[in-house]
Antibody, heavy 119, light 107 residues
Framework: QVHLQESGPGLVKPSETLSLTCTVSGDSSSSYYWSWIRQPPGKGLEWIGYIYDSGTSNYNPSLKSRVTLSVDTSKNQFSLKLRSVTAADTAVYYC?????????????WGQGTMVTVSS | DIQMTQSPSYLSASVGDRVTITCRASQSITTYLSWYQQKPGKGTKLLIYAASSLQSGVPSRFSGSGSGTDFTLTISSLQPEDFATYYCQQSYSTPFTFGPGTKVDIQ
């Protein structure tokens, strides 16, 4: 049973960098890759990007200039950095596992962590 | 970007009802379409992938159909635990995009 857990500050100041880490527990083969998805309060889901264990990544063009994803396979972790945040970046941030065997669906979601951007 | 729409955005139904939610893509996504269930405090769960494949452990009252641009999620007999918000998502091309959601509420 694979479990994903987000961690990081729940409050970030405007113009600063939002940093979150997702820890993966349980066995996970190379058929999977890793993603971040966010959901502003009361709104829908927005895909941020994904990253493979190799480090190859793909970002949503709407966020590409501010986002960096990274992976540390030795720690079973992957991370999100979002620079120059504004109030519009306030959201629940989910880490997720994408499965190539499931037509690239998200087969496992983290519980989500609320990040508020405010001074 | 591929735009995803869903209808209705809200529906009120009773236990035992047959419920159908529609998802439409702005261009063909073949069958790269997934359905998710989201419940407050209980997380988000994959129900259907590849448009019609039932995820392991998901009750058989859930089913999906469609290809190209038009898709449906059907709950054959609504149960109390099915009251939630449902999202479709395309993974045909990046950026992956989600529909705006359909909230299923108790009548």
């Amino acid at each position: 049973q694979v479990h994903l857990q987000e961690s990081g500050p729940g409050l970030v100041k405007p113009s600063e960098t939002l940093s979150l880490t997702c820890t993966v527990s349980g066995d996970s083969s190379s058929s999977y890759y890793w993603s971040w998805i966010r959901q502003p309060p009361g709104k829908g889901l927005e895909w941020i990007g994904y990253i493979y264990d190799s480090g190859t990544s793909n970002y949503n063009p709407s966020l590409k200039s501010r986002v960096t994803l990274s992976v540390d396979t030795s720690k079973n972790q992957f991370s999100l950095k979002l620079r120059s945040v504004t109030a519009a970046d306030t959201a629940v941030y989910y880490c997720a596992r994408l499965s190539s065997g499931h037509y690239d669906a998200v087969d496992i979601w983290g519980q989500g962590t609320m990040v508020t951007v405010s001074s | 970007d591929i735009q995803m729409t869903q209808s209705p955005s809200y529906l009120s139904a009773s236990v035992g009802d047959r419920v159908t939610i529609t998802c439409r893509a702005s261009q063909s996504i073949t069958t790269y379409l997934s359905w998710y269930q989201q419940k407050p405090g209980k997380g988000t769960k994959l129900l259907i992938y590849a448009a019609s494949s039932l995820q392991s452990g998901v009750p058989s009252r859930f089913s999906g159909s469609g290809s190209g641009t038009d898709f449906t999620l059907t709950i054959s007999s609504l149960q109390p635990e099915d009251f939630a918000t449902y999202y479709c998502q395309q993974s045909y091309s990046t950026p992956f995009t989600f529909g705006p959601g359909t909230k299923v509420d108790i009548q």
